[in-house]
């Protein structure tokens, strides 16, 4: 907030802790730039904070060469965009997607309540409410992030130009078998449930063969045996299936193909198969105009880019019902980030930088 109120502009925190800097008319709608100020544990300096800080410096370049813009520009610093609690407080706050219950139930890991913890920083779930705006009230919005992953450095790129954000649903799977003594019980006669979770491993590459396409992701991150001792045959193996896609039909696929496949494991092993759905997202898609004109500043300025999808989520998803939206990548070395030696090399970061300002200005200027 010192660094917006340095450079002039009209400065706030909304009840949701989004930093909010305005330059122009508090009443106009606006162009907004966002992105996230919070972090995630050990996390690298660029994730979020790129976005924040990129857009200050359109904001100082605007100013210092006199440039006239013919509506407010205003940046925003969300909070809590990694998901302490789930979601993306700041940005939903702002789009209006929260709901009393959810601010009033939502936990952190360690069981620690989002309403405690908003009252410690001085806010309560009410204000957070009302941090919402109405959509008349933007312009469109614009955020600068790094891709958080390789792909524009493998293809030597230096700008990703991100038409969407994929899809995402997350399962809890159950395979329940019977725990037995790994020496007595022969092997014919197990029911071990980390072999049909293993098979089922197996299985993805095809499943995403027949049923995907290549922006299509399934992942078991997260495996529990039971009882989880060396030598007691598992009997149960509880894991997560997180599958993404840019197409919704094609989530549905991979989703009837990995329960399909399940299935079948599961008679194969006599094991019994129980699945939950923890969430279901739908795919985002940035708004066509928006996407052209950055593609149009970008070769404007000559510098190598690709369109793109985002595999991860951002700010700017819960947007995009309600204002044009559009989501500029630079690249991250060697693919890293959520760790201290996430990295962007200065020249991209200025390429993008200037990407964002050149579409800021034409969106402002309309
Ligand atoms: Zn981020």
Request: charged fraction near 25%; glycine fraction near 10%.
């Amino acid at each position: 907030m010192e660094k917006f109120k340095s450079c002039g502009l009209t400065t706030h925190m909304d009840g949701a802790g989004n930093v909010c800097g305005r330059l122009g008319d508090p009443d106009q709608p606006a162009v907004l730039i966002g992105s996230h100020l919070d972090s995630v544990p050990a996390g690298g300096m660029f994730d979020g904070t790129l976005g924040v800080i990129a857009g200050l410096e359109c904001i100082r370049v605007i100013q210092e060469n006199n440039i006239e813009v013919n509506c407010p520009i205003e940046i925003i610093g969300t909070s809590e965009e990694e998901g302490r609690f789930g979601g993306m407080l700041g940005a939903q706050a702002l789009s209006g997607h929260l709901t009393l219950d959810w601010l009033e139930s939502a936990r952190d890991p360690k069981g620690e309540y989002l309403k405690d913890a908003l009252k410690k920083c001085g806010l309560d779930i009410h204000d957070t409410l009302r941090a919402r705006r109405d959509p008349s009230s933007m312009k469109a919005f614009l955020e600068l992030h790094i891709e958080q992953g390789p792909v524009l450095e493998n293809s030597q790129k230096c700008i990703g130009v991100v038409d969407g954000i994929s899809g995402v649903f997350k399962w809890l799977v159950k395979l329940k078998g019977k725990a037995d003594h790994a020496g007595t019980a022969p092997m014919d006669m197990r029911s071990d449930a980390f072999m049909g979770l293993a098979d089922f491993a197996h299985e993805i590459s095809r499943i995403i063969d027949e049923e995907g396409t290549d922006k299509s992701r399934l992942t078991i991150g997260r495996v529990d045996l039971k009882p989880g001792y060396a030598h007691t045959i598992p009997g149960e193996a509880h894991f997560t299936i997180v599958g993404r896609d840019m197409q919704e039909d094609i989530m549905h696929q991979l989703a009837n193909s990995c329960r399909k496949v399940l299935s079948s494991i599961a008679r194969k092993h006599k094991l019994y198969f129980e699945y939950e759905q923890m969430s279901w997202l739908e795919p985002k898609y940035f708004s066509p105009e928006v996407v052209d004109l950055i593609e149009e500043e970008v070769k404007a300025l000559d510098y190598s880019y690709m369109k793109m999808p985002s595999g991860a989520g951002h700010d700017i998803q819960f947007f995009t019902d309600l204002t044009p939206t559009g989501l500029i990548f630079i690249p991250s070395v060697g693919g890293v980030s959520h760790a201290p030696d996430e990295w962007s090399h200065w020249d991209d970061v200025e390429k993008g930088t200037q990407v964002l300002l050149n579409t800021l200005l034409r969106l402002a200027k309309d």
